[in-house]
Each structure stands twice: as structure tokens, then as C-alpha cells.
């Protein structure tokens, strides 16, 4: 079965740093865009970064300059490091991929889910 599994995050003062990671599982014959979205209490789920196949990599403007996405295609991993985090970054962080796995064709994978709290 295909899943992405998520780790890191928690609690962190303002200014702090955390690191993001997200490994995809299972039988997975490709990868395409893989990136992270955040969703905070109240608010729609917003994209962060991604991450296309090629190398292309869009931030949100909220983020440019103190995140920073990366993947490893071989390994079927991508990890966020967040610099000069704020308080309103806190949010649940999401890692999503598009994926092909055996006999289920390309499809949209969410990971669970980690909870990322600024303090001010």
C-alpha cells in the first residue's frame, strides 16, 4: 500500500528552526511533484513549497527565504527546513506527492499530518 509518512515537527520559539521530513512507501514505480501545504486552525490549507520532478521549486511568498524544500527521487524522500519561523506558521504541515504505484496509476498521496507551534 502507498502512503507518505511524515516526521518532525513540534514546538519551537519564535526564530527557532524545525525541519520537516516525508518518506513515500510501498511499491512506487515514479514520482512527480511532491511539496508541503499547511493548514492552520480556522484557515483552508495553503501551499508551502513544492517540489516538480525536473527540479522546479515554488515557494509561497510567505516563506521565500527561510524555508527551504528538498527531495531525493532515489530514495522517494522530500524534507522542509523552516528558518526564522514565525508565529503564524504555526499549522498542521501536510506532505503531498503524486505518485505511481503498482496497478493504481498516478494518484494524489497526503501524509498525516505533523503539528508545527510557533511561540512568540
Known amino acids: 500500500q502507498v502512503q507518505l509518512v511524515e516526521s518532525g515537527g513540534g514546538l519551537v520559539q519564535a526564530g527557532g528552526s524545525l525541519g520537516l521530513s516525508c518518506a513515500a512507501s510501498g511499491t512506487i514505480i515514479g514520482v512527480r511533484a511532491m511539496g508541503w501545504y499547511r493548514q492552520a486552525p480556522g484557515k483552508q490549507r495553503e501551499l508551502v513549497a513544492t517540489?516538480?520532478?525536473?527540479?522546479?521549486?515554488n515557494y509561497a511568498d510567505s516563506v521565500k527565504g527561510r524555508f527551504t524544500i528538498s527531495r531525493d527521487n532515489a530514495k522517494r524522500t522530500m524534507s522542509l527546513q523552516m528558518n526564522s519561523l514565525k508565529p503564524e506558521d504555526t499549522a498542521v504541515y501536510y506532505c503531498?506527492?503524486?505518485?505511481?504505484?503498482?496497478?493504481?496509476?498516478?494518484?494524489?498521496?497526503w501524509g498525516q499530518g505533523t503539528q508545527v507551534t510557533v511561540s512568540s
Open positions: 517540489s516538480t520532478r525536473d527540479g522546479s521549486i
Open positions: 503531498n506527492a503524486d505518485l505511481l504505484g503498482v496497478g493504481s496509476g498516478w494518484r494524489d498521496y
